[in-house]
């Protein structure tokens, strides 16, 4: 099998891994592309003994290189909340799961978007893709042992970053007691599921716009009625959401960040490009 076609059969892979990297479907994309371009280019490949694992350093440098560059020119872009990873909330079948633990993966890297590219890069090599540290450590030009502690300390800052799945149905309760209570106009109600320091962030193009405190929240509820909006129950980087869809087109997006039986923080997302470009299934 040549390369090009080797990166076809790949290339769900190969993407996969930029996204998790680059915690954008817009970098990660781009990340692939260029991967491609490589791929063309090179000389002498027939030699290649695993194609695949080829392949994905390829695309790792690719995406190493852009979060270099992301973070060296971080302050010429206006602040916008990350890209969602958005599944749908159903019952706990097979399918629901894995969709849910692969939410949760992504939302990791939302968490960690302050992280050295390096430390990044280590850890979803290693924790997500199952890749030894002699084989991460030319990425991230380290020794084995040194790219050893890049993921080691980036574990340490994701430990708490993952909502626990037992607390999910509780968590789903107090994300819908919200918005039955914003439909209806009632402050009480809502105020009774905020926590008194919640924070409201909302994207919708330009900038992202916050609103703390549980009062102030709550006097924004008239924003989280529907109307004549269709409601979809989703997980939002493995938190409750929901999706309000109109005419088949997605509205806006919410999620919302539960800890001991209150809302400590919501996104939402009405940024209409943003939105239509969102793979929500």
């Known amino acids: 099998m040549d390369l090009e076609s080797g990166f076809e059969e790949h290339r769900g892979h190969l993407s996969r891994v930029a996204l ?3 915690g954008s479907h817009a970098e990660a994309e781009d990340a ?5 371009l490589r791929v063309r280019a090179a000389q002498d490949t027939g030699t290649i003994e695993n194609p695949r694992a080829w392949l994905t350093t390829v695309v790792s440098r690719v995406a190493l290189n852009q979060l270099r560059s992301r973070t060296a020119r971080r302050e010429e872009f206006p602040e916008r909340l990350p890209d969602p990873v958005v599944v749908r909330d159903g019952p706990d079948d097979p399918q629901s799961s894995a969709e849910t633990a692969d939410a949760v993966g992504l939302a990791l890297l939302v968490v960690l978007d302050a992280l050295a590219p ?3 890069l280590a ?3 290693h924790d997500m893709f199952g890749w030894a540290f002699d084989e991460i450590a030319p990425l991230v030009e380290r020794t084995p042992t040194a790219a050893r502690q890049l993921a080691s300390r980036a574990r340490r800052r994701v430990r708490g970053a993952t909502p626990d799945p037992r607390g999910r149905a509780e968590r789903r309760e107090v994300a819908d007691a ?3 209570a914003a439909h209806r106009g009632d402050i009480a109600g809502l105020v009774a599921v905020l926590s008194p320091d919640v924070v409201l962030r ?4 330009g900038g992202v716009r916050e609103v703390h405190g549980a009062e102030r929240v709550a006097g924004q509820a ?3 009625r529907t109307g004549d909006q269709v409601r979809h129950s989703v997980l939002v980087d493995g938190r409750p959401g929901a999706l309000g869809v109109l005419d088949g087109r997605p509205q806006a997006l919410l999620a919302f960040t539960v800890s001991d ?3 400590t923080g919501i996104d939402i997302l009405a940024d209409p490009a943003r939105l239509s470009a969102i793979d929500l299934g």
């Open 202 to 205: 909302v994207d919708a193009g």
């Open 118 to 120: 390096e430390e990044r």
């Open 123 to 125: 850890f979803v090599l």
């Open 222 to 224: 008239a924003a989280y």
């Open 178 to 180: 919200f918005l039955a």
């Open 261 to 263: 039986g209150l809302i």
């Open 20 to 22: 998790r990297v680059l």
């Open 32 to 36: 692939v592309q260029e991967a491609w």
